[in-house]
C-alpha cells in the first residue's frame, strides 16, 4: 500500500505592509522561501488589506496597495480572480506570497478580492495590535491544525452552499453547522474565509 504524505496546510498570516517589508529573506531548498518577521514567525502567504494607490493595465495587471504603515507591489504572474475588479482607490483584499527581486519585494497574488468598504481597513489595523497571530502561531506548533483539517472542510463546504452569491450569513451558518464563533475566526485568521460585509463571510477560491 503506498502512503500518502500529508502536508500541513500553510496559513496566510493576517500582517501589516511595514512587517513584510522589514522581514528577513530565506531561501532553503525544496521549500518555498519565507520572511522571518520581527517576532521570529516565518511568512509564506500573507492575508493583507490595503487601498489601491497605483494600478497598471495590461494583459496582467498590477497593484500597488497601501495599509498606512507602507506600500507594495502585488505583481502577478498568472491570471488572478478579482485582480482586474480593483480599481484605484478601492479597498482590498490580498492573498499572496512574499518575492524579493533584487533590493524590492512585492506580493505574487493566489487570490484579489474588493472590499465593499474602506472600514475593513480600519478594522484590519486594530486586529493587528491584538495578540492574534502569536495565539494562531502556539495553535499550529502544538499539532491542532491537523486534527481540524476535516472538519474544517466540512464547514468550508456548509458555507459555500449557504453563500447565494452575497456572502453566507454567519448566523445560518452557526445554526446549520455545530461549528462555533472560534470555528469562523479561526477560519477568518487563515484567511479561507474573508468577510464581504458585516455578518457575512464568502469562502475565498
Known amino acids: ?28 531548498p525544496n521549500e518555498p522561501s519565507a520572511i ?42 498568472e491570471r488572478i480572480p478579482g485582480l482586474t475588479d480593483a480599481a484605484l482607490g478601492n479597498t482590498v483584499l490580498v492573498i499572496g506570497r512574499p518575492r524579493t527581486y533584487g533590493v524590492d519585494r512585492f506580493l505574487v497574488p493566489e487570490c484579489v478580492r474588493v472590499l465593499e468598504s ?21 495553535r499550529e506548533s502544538s499539532g491542532l491544525v491537523e ?8 464547514l468550508l463546504d456548509h458555507i459555500r452552499g449557504l453563500d447565494k452569491g452575497i456572502g453566507a450569513d454567519v448566523e445560518e451558518v452557526l ?20 468577510e464581504v460585509s458585516p455578518g457575512r463571510i464568502k469562502v475565498l477560491e
Request: with cysteine.
Open 147 to 154: 486534527e481540524e483539517v476535516v472538519g474544517q472542510k466540512g
Open 118 to 138: 474602506p472600514r475593513w481597513l480600519e478594522l484590519r489595523r486594530k486586529e493587528l495590535v491584538r495578540p492574534t497571530m502569536a495565539a494562531e502561531a502556539s
Open 36 to 77: 522571518v518577521l520581527g517576532d521570529g514567525r516565518e511568512l509564506v502567504r500573507a492575508n493583507v488589506i490595503g487601498l489601491v494607490v497605483d494600478r497598471s493595465d495590461g494583459d496582467l495587471p498590477s497593484l500597488v496597495i497601501d495599509d498606512g504603515t507602507e506600500r507594495i507591489l502585488v505583481r502577478p504572474f
Open 175 to 194: 445554526q446549520k453547522t455545530k461549528c462555533t464563533q472560534e470555528d469562523l475566526q479561526r477560519l477568518l485568521v487563515r484567511g479561507e474565509v474573508f
Open 1 to 28: 500500500m503506498v502512503e500518502r504524505s500529508y502536508q500541513k496546510p500553510v496559513v496566510a498570516h493576517k500582517v501589516a505592509i511595514a512587517d513584510i517589508l522589514a522581514g528577513r529573506l530565506i531561501e532553503r
